[in-house]
């Protein structure tokens, strides 16, 4: 069973950083890509970033593209999401989750994505 732990979401002023973390127990391996989503207060939930199987490709959200970076270290189970020059936009929920299936193609697609974490919170507030 694979289960994913986000970390590294608090509060921070606009234009400052934060690096979230999402461990995964049972392995995330390098066969599987990985992506992150938000969701803000009365939103849906939608697309950040992700990350392919290998590490070799990444995407992301135009509201995001320039300012965050996603990348993986498969030695330690964990996907890292490096966010700079943060908006009050930005405020939301920030998921970690595994695309379905191994040696899959980029999606943005929620629905393929199989494990979730629990979110970790991520104001930017003056």
């Known amino acids: 069973q694979v289960q994913v732990v986000e970390s590294g979401g608090g509060l921070v002023q606009p234009g400052g950083s934060l690096r979230l973390s999402c461990a995964a127990s049972g392995s995330i391996s390098s066969r599987y890509g990985m992506g992150w989503y938000r969701q803000a207060p009365g939103k849906e939930r939608v697309f950040v970033a992700a990350i392919r199987w290998s590490g070799s490709s990444t995407y992301y959200a135009d509201s995001v593209k320039g300012r965050f970076t996603i990348s993986r270290d498969n030695a330690k189970n964990t996907v890292y999401l490096q966010m700079n020059s943060l908006k009050p936009e930005d405020t939301a929920v920030y998921y970690c989750?595994?695309?379905?299936?191994?040696?899959?193609?980029?999606?943005?697609?929620?629905?393929?994505?199989?494990?979730w974490g629990q979110g970790t919170q991520v104001t930017v507030s003056s």
């Open positions: 989750a595994r695309r379905r299936g191994p040696f899959q193609p980029y999606s943005s697609n929620s629905a393929e994505y199989d494990y």
